[in-house]
């Protein structure tokens, strides 16, 4: 035990001693994440809420022009663009503006696009009537264009992603009409035939099974949207809890160095009680670390005109799992420290494994897009864990049990690390 707190309060002056490393310590992690959370804002909101102009030529002017543009505006994400200083826009400027990088996307209704659509109504419906034995025809254009289709231009330098969205919300837009046009003169020759229900005739409906979204989060009560704070506040404030592993190389070595280690040991006691101190000293850094991100992401990011982070329903698992981050990162930094016999060789390869270690375990970017072998690999990081774990908490609401693997993980893998360095330094001394 005197071991234990003489440990502690080593560390707790050696790091007092060092004002301007421990200033660094905490204000370097707050720096990272705003920085992160600011420069990646914009990319997190390109499909949330920021709202694009779209240029809209309608050569048209019938019902499928005015359902396409009634459909974009009230979808909250476009404004419509369909003139420009008074004038109306024609293709070729619309074309142009696209090709320039002024607008994203240009859509183009072609001149008789709604006519075409009325008339292969009409040609379905004629069908139908016909084995009805109905003898009313609707009329059809006797050549169908079938060239006819509402043109798209992006800007080449839109992402893929985007254009799917757009391809598919127009895509609905245009089974829409042509639904309801068909529906329109299907029960317009049923009227015509049941001359008793003329004006009365029920309207058809189609649609006769919706969509219903759910919450399956245990707090079904929140519901937290993936934004550069919600990812960036976690994913980099675990980055920075790893690098806690240069102080602490960096003084195991030091004290390797001076003799410090060598009295520590003439106190009577046994060698786990010196790690076990510096591991209860440096997880409640670590704690203290990740609580003022998290402060910052709560407080500070609104202030910016960032989102504010939303911490999930069970905070008793995001003290469990940020314990667990705390003493892994340190468990390895003591690792390191008693690996390695020089604080070159130390600081470097700690601070690359680190690097490493963070970009294969999706802290830079989604696990989810790495290649597949990346993937597998990436898994294997504690910075992965760590994430998921607080992923699961503050996006999923997730509570104790739900994130109990990766704590599991977490804590075991340090206490392997922890093995591994009690046993080399044991073996140094015999």
């Not at 974009?72 to 070729?92: C, K, T």
């Not at 309207?203 to 929140?222: N, Y």
């Amino acid at each position: 035990m005197l071991r234990l707190i003489a440990t502690i309060r080593k560390e707790w002056l050696l790091l007092l001693r060092d004002k301007a490393g421990l200033a660094l310590l905490f204000a370097m992690p707050v720096v990272l994440i705003t920085v992160m959370a600011l420069i990646q804002d914009a990319p997190f909101k390109d499909y949330q809420e920021v709202k694009f102009d779209i240029l809209t030529v309608d050569n048209d002017q019938a019902r499928l022009g005015r359902y396409i543009r009634e459909g974009l505006g009230a979808s909250g994400q476009f404004n419509v663009v369909d003139s420009l200083n008074g004038r109306p826009l024609s293709e070729a400027q619309a074309r142009q503006l696209v090709a320039e990088g002024d607008y994203k996307i240009s859509i183009t209704i072609p001149k008789g696009a709604t006519g075409e659509i009325v008339s292969n109504a009409n040609k379905i419906v004629n069908d139908i009537s016909k084995r009805m034995g109905i003898p009313a025809q609707l009329p059809v254009r006797a050549i169908a264009n079938d060239s006819l289709a509402v043109q798209l231009y992006f800007d080449p330098a839109a992402k893929k992603a985007f254009k799917s969205a757009i391809r598919q919300a127009l895509d609905n837009f245009l089974t829409q009409v042509q639904t309801d046009l068909l529906l329109e003169r299907i029960q317009m020759q049923l009227k015509s035939k049941d001359s008793t229900a003329t004006d009365t005739f029920p309207a058809i409906r189609l649609k006769a099974v919706g969509l219903q979204e759910t919450s399956i989060g245990e707090g079904k009560q929140i519901d937290v949207i993936s934004n550069s704070v919600q990812h960036n506040v976690p994913a980099w404030s675990i980055f920075a809890m790893f690098f806690i592993v240069i102080p602490i190389a960096g003084n195991m070595i030091r004290e390797r160095e001076d003799g410090s280690l060598v009295r520590m040991k003439l106190i009577p006691g046994n060698y786990a009680e010196i790690l076990g101190g510096k591991l209860l000293f440096f997880v409640g850094v670590c704690l203290v670390q990740f609580y003022l991100m998290m402060m910052v992401g709560l407080y500070a990011m609104p202030l910016l005109g960032l989102p504010r982070l939303q911490l999930g329903v069970d905070h008793v698992a995001g003290f469990l799992t940020a314990f667990s981050i705390g003493m892994a990162a340190t468990a390895y930094g003591i690792l390191i420290g008693t690996l390695f016999k020089t604080p070159n060789q130390a600081l470097n390869f700690g601070a690359i494994s680190i690097v490493i270690l963070s970009a294969i375990g999706g802290i830079w970017i989604p696990l989810e897009i790495m290649p597949e072998g990346i993937q597998t690999i990436g898994r294997l990081s504690p910075l992965s864990w760590g994430l998921d774990a607080i992923n699961d908490i503050y996006l999923r609401n997730g509570n104790t049990r739900y994130v109990l693997p990766d704590i599991a993980r977490l804590l075991g893998c340090g206490l392997v690390m922890l093995g591994i360095a009690a046993w080399v330094e044991q073996r140094r001394i015999s």
